[in-house]
């Protein structure tokens, strides 16, 4: 009959932590109060870090312990990993208020600032990286784990769709627009000023140039899909990375442009540019909120999800 093998409880940060508290101070009672335990589990908490460590610590003369000379290098020790714990502690609590944030180009410059506002409205303490670039290069980053929460243009394109998970967020709509009083329009279209408006046919704006964005981001899935497709012969002068130049340019007259009714707000406001409706054309789309499956879910993660459906529920 084989013999049952004694096991020895783990030696625990408690127990580290009373016999640093019982070095300090030289007493049970004192190390007590200042680790918030009773005598009687400071005693026991001494007792098992001892039995743990097959040495003594302390040498008891009636009421009194004397340290032994074991107890300076274990005490040492016992600081540096109740240290390394601590700044694991407060590394844990800085990242719970840390969140990594993805957004297409025209979200991230005119629809974020104003959601991180009420962000940091709710949390002053907020940590927040972002990640601004077309819809496809932040859904590759999702997918690399290196964001926490993306809020993208046009339907997202991830190559594991088991591994994103996505939700649809809120509409918007593109709009083709020009300079006011255009040359290219001189002749073609007459402006609408009940609408504020010109109104073109497919085949009127195929004859015009036209500056859109670059393959791979959100504006331009939808200006291929909705409506480059009825203009097969369009004349695409220019595809550009950035929605800023392509609204100065149009404003210079080189073009016509199509971008988010967010991009051209203030100057359809102030009149400097003016929408071009298209007969039959529909440009409205999905925003989306695109997240990895394994990526943690912390609390700031989740509030930042509630300050986005109450936008939402208010628009």
């Excluded at 180009?105 to 907020?126: C, F, H, Q, R, W």
Aim: with cysteine; net charge neutral.
């Amino acid at each position: 009959m084989k013999k049952a093998v004694q096991t020895i409880p783990k030696i625990t940060l408690r127990q580290l932590a009373v016999f640093v508290s019982i070095y300090q101070t030289g007493s049970t009672s004192r190390a007590s109060e200042v680790v918030h335990l009773s005598q009687s589990a400071v005693s026991s908490a001494l007792t098992e870090l001892e039995t743990r460590l097959q040495m003594p610590l302390f040498e008891r003369v009636g009421r009194r312990l004397n340290q032994h000379p074991n107890a300076h290098p274990i005490y040492i020790q016992a600081q540096a990993i109740l240290g390394q714990a601590l700044t694991l502690e407060h590394y844990h609590k800085s990242q719970v208020g840390q969140i990594h944030i993805g957004a297409s180009t025209t979200i991230g410059n005119y629809v974020l600032p104003p959601l991180l506002a009420k962000l940091y409205e709710v949390l002053p303490d907020a940590n927040v990286d972002m990640y601004i670039a077309n819809t496809q290069e932040v859904v590759n980053e999702v997918e690399q784990l290196n964001i926490d929460i993306a809020l993208v243009e046009g339907m997202p394109r991830p190559t594991d769709m088991k591994a994103i998970e996505q939700r649809a967020w809120r509409t918007d709509t593109l709009m083709v627009f020009a300079k006011r009083d255009s040359k290219w329009l001189k002749g073609v279209a007459a402006y609408n000023d009940a609408d504020h408006c010109y109104e073109l046919s497919t085949e009127q704006l195929a004859k015009l140039p036209l500056l859109v964005r670059e393959a791979g981001s959100g504006t331009r899935q939808i200006i291929d899909e909705q409506l480059l497709q009825y203009l097969p012969n369009a004349e695409i002068i220019m595809a550009i990375q950035q929605s800023e130049a392509i609204k100065h340019m149009v404003s210079a007259d080189i073009g016509l442009g199509c971008l988010s009714q967010h991009v051209i707000h203030a100057e359809l406001a102030k009149g400097q540019l003016v929408q071009v409706k298209v007969a039959g054309i529909d440009l409205s789309r999905t925003w989306w909120l695109v997240w990895h499956k394994a990526r943690h879910q912390s609390p700031i993660w989740q509030t930042f999800i509630d300050i986005i459906e109450q936008g939402q529920a208010q628009t």
